[in-house]
Every structure is written in C-alpha cells, then in structure tokens.
C-alpha cells in the first residue's frame, strides 16, 4: 500500500475506525444478553475490571505490535518471534496463520448476520415488519437455504469497498459510521426509557448483587465478553496498529479505543435491557433477539417503523465496520505474504471467499454451528497465542522499546508484568474453559 494510505489521517480517525471494528453484535445482543445471565451490575463490575486490564496491556500490545512490523498478522508474529532469532521467526510467521484463519472465519459468520440486519432495515423501510408475525417472518429466512443472497453480496461487496483506500478509506467510512451508531442508539435509549415497566430494566442493569461475583462463570462470562468486545483476538487490532504513527502513544489510544467501545455496550444495554423488561421479553435470546424480540416492540410503540429503520441502520454500519477490520487483516496479510498481489486482487479473493463460503452459512441451523466452532476453538486459541507471543515470546525490551514510543512517562515492569502474568493467565482460563466445556463466548 502506497505510504500515504498507510497511515490513519488523525488519531481521532484512527480510534473511531478502531471503536468501529470492536462495537458489533458483540455489544448489541452479546452484551444485553450476558448481563441479563449473568447477575446484571455485578457482571458490569466484573466486565470494566477485564476492560480495563485488556485495553491497557492486550489491546495496546497489539496496537505496538503491528506498528513495530508496519504489517498485519502474519509479518508481526513473524517479527515478534525473530526477536529470538530468524528461526523462531519462520515459525512465528507459521503460528500466526492461525489467528488470520480466525479473522477470516468469523468474517465468513459475520456477512451473513449483517445480510439478515440489511434485510431487516430493508423490511424496515417498506413497513412490511410493522404488520408480520415477527417470529414466522424471522424464521421464514433464517431457516431457508440461499434465502438472503441479494442482502449478503450487498454485503461484502460494501465492505470491500470501503477498504480500496487502504487506512484513508477505513477512516474516512467510520468518521461517518460511528457517530450514527451512537447518535442512533442514544435516540433509541430515550425512547425506550418513556416504556412502561423500563425502570425495572435499569434497576436490574445497575443493582450490584454481589454475592452474584461469588460465581466463578460470571466472571469468566464477563472476561470473554471482554475479549470479544475489544477484538483482542490476536489478529484484527494489529493491522490497525500498523498503521499507527510513530509518535502515538498506543496504552493511551487503547483505552480510549476500550471507553467508546464500553459506551457503546451500555448505550445498546440501555435500549434492549430495558426494552425486554417492559414487555416481559427474554433479554439471553441470541440473534432473535435482533429479529423477533426488539420488532414486535417497536410495533407497538408510535413511530415504530421510524425507529426500526433508525435501529437497523446503526446496526448495519456496526457489523460494517466490524467486518472491514476482518477484510483488512486477511487481505493485507495477503499481500504482505504475496508482494505481487496488488490491494485490489487481494481484497477480491477475500471477499469471494467470504461470500463463497458463506452462503451456504444462510440458514440459522448450519451458522450457529459454524460460529460455535470459530468462538470455541479458532478465536480463543488465537487469543492465547497472541498473548504469549508478545509478553513471553517477544523479548521485553524490544516490547516495551514499542509501548513507550511517544509516551511523556515510560511503561516498565509494571505494565510489563501485568501483560505477562495477569493478561496471558485470563487468556489461558478463557481458552481452557472454551475447549473443555465446548462453550462458545
């Protein structure tokens, strides 16, 4: 990529563009839905204890990472394990295929969940949504093979699109799609807090029970909520920091990236918690709870239609955003490995697969099945293998030399130790607990 689209244009770009890629279905049903399950405040207390420990040590890891390498997934694996010589460094470069396929993966998923959103801000528009029976209409299309092709290429073409600039484009669709996101969602929480019974939704949200944190899973719940939220996947947030310059302190810009990404949680929480509880509605419904829950309210509030059309909106440009990243860290890692495969050809194959694969992952039934299998294995491995490679792989002082580039009080043993001990053993229980219960984050 030619060095002015290397670059993010500014640091706000840089974070809107990084917020993009986290907020996604992981805070708008993911998160409602966990908290619901899991004690409600407590589980909000045990989520900002992992927030904060992963922004300020995973996350910003990945960020300096990717920038030390001035590349993607597979040449910053590469790099971090050189650092202990060019063998280690070949076998780095082998690992990281591993979190790659699980960007890839989980795009596959993702396209055809945000072609259901697009059919359903589609519905949303004509005002056939307003008069169906919500559950028939969902599982009309959720269950056929083949059904949403038309909303799916929609997808991933407009994905695609989006990244033909390189990090100039990505920053310039986020300025955009980001500020609607949250703008859509606080007009939406405004009016949910008008519906009879909310209160119970918010005194549910906000009451700290806390013999609730004496269970082990509601912390674990609230850890991998805390991954998946942040994307600290060990793959996608590094081919951001690629793009970071040298003067930006990555800690710093990762915790901002986790406050407008934890925003962005709470502010979904505030329109589907409360929501659930006026109208008696199960909060841990899942996916339905985008397609069956959420519009049989919003026919039977005044404007629903408009109000639908505004929730399917933010929706789309959250899993959009969520996607380019996806896109972004398997097409540049292909052209990183393949120098003579331009931008576009890479983001083509990308793309093709994608939808190649994906729409045989149309139907509800052969989806959930896929994604159980990228959330249990692909992605938590991925996680675990990012998370030693930077704090016990990577030597420490080539590390911290990164993390401290533009700092006015450099990190040390401390931030270093955190990442090394409290940061890899949360990603080793969240990998154990994945592969041995089968449960899917």
């Not at 549910?204 to 939220?229: H, I, N, Y």
């Not at 920091?241 to 901002?256: F, S, T």
């Not at 692909?378 to 990577?394: K, Y």
């Amino acid at each position: 990529m030619e060095g002015k689209k290397r670059q993010f244009g500014s640091r706000w770009g840089f974070i809107l563009s990084a917020v993009g890629s986290a907020v996604g279905m992981a805070n708008v049903w993911g998160f409602p839905a966990k908290m619901g399950a899991n004690g409600g405040g407590a589980f909000l207390v045990a989520y900002l204890i992992f927030v904060a420990l992963f922004s300020a040590v995973g996350l910003s890891a990945e960020y300096a990472i990717g920038r030390r390498a001035k590349t993607g997934t597979l040449g910053a694996y590469k790099e971090a394990w050189a650092t202990r010589g060019k063998t280690m460094g070949k076998a780095g470069g082998l690992l990281g295929t591993l979190p790659l396929a699980g960007s890839l993966c989980i795009a596959i998923g993702y396209a055809v969940i945000i072609a259901y959103v697009l059919k359903a801000f589609f519905s949303s528009i004509t005002g056939e949504l307003m008069h169906v029976d919500t559950g028939a209409w969902f599982e009309g299309f959720s269950g056929a093979d083949m059904s949403v092709v038309p909303f799916h290429i929609i997808v991933v073409v407009g994905a695609a699109l989006t990244l033909l600039l390189g990090a100039k484009s990505i920053e310039r669709s986020n300025k955009v799609m980001m500020p609607v996101f949250f703008v859509v969602f606080l007009i939406l929480a405004v009016r949910v807090a008008f519906l009879p019974g909310a209160a119970k939704g918010y005194q549910f949200m906000f009451t700290f029970r806390w013999e609730a944190l004496k269970d082990p899973m509601v912390w674990v719940w609230a850890m991998g909520q805390a991954f998946f939220s942040l994307s600290v996947t060990g793959s996608g947030m590094i081919v951001y920091g690629a793009y970071l310059d040298e003067k930006a302190d990555v800690v710093k810009m990762a915790v901002r990236t986790a406050v407008l990404d934890t925003v962005a949680a709470l502010v979904a929480a505030l329109v589907i918690i409360p929501a659930c509880f006026a109208y008696g509605l199960n909060v841990g419904a899942g996916p339905s709870l985008l397609f069956v829950t959420l519009p049989k309210i919003l026919q039977d509030i005044p404007l629903g239609r408009l109000f639908a059309i505004f929730l399917y909106t933010a929706m789309v440009f959250a899993g959009i955003s969520s996607l380019q990243n996806m896109f972004e860290a398997v097409g540049e890692s292909v052209e990183n490995r393949f120098p003579k495969v331009n931008r576009k050809l890479a983001l083509l194959l990308v793309s093709a697969i994608c939808l190649g694969v994906g729409l045989f992952m149309e139907p509800i039934h052969k989806w959930g099945p896929w994604m159980d299998i990228v959330s249990i294995y692909i992605i938590p491995i991925g996680a675990t293998l990012g998370a030693i490679s930077w704090f016990w792989i990577m030597k420490k002082d080539q590390l911290l030399g990164e993390i401290n580039k533009g700092v006015a009080k450099p990190h040390g043993k401390l931030w270093y130790n955190v990442g090394r001990w409290a940061y890899v053993l949360c990603a080793l229980i969240l990998c154990a607990v994945a592969l041995i219960k089968k449960v899917a984050f």
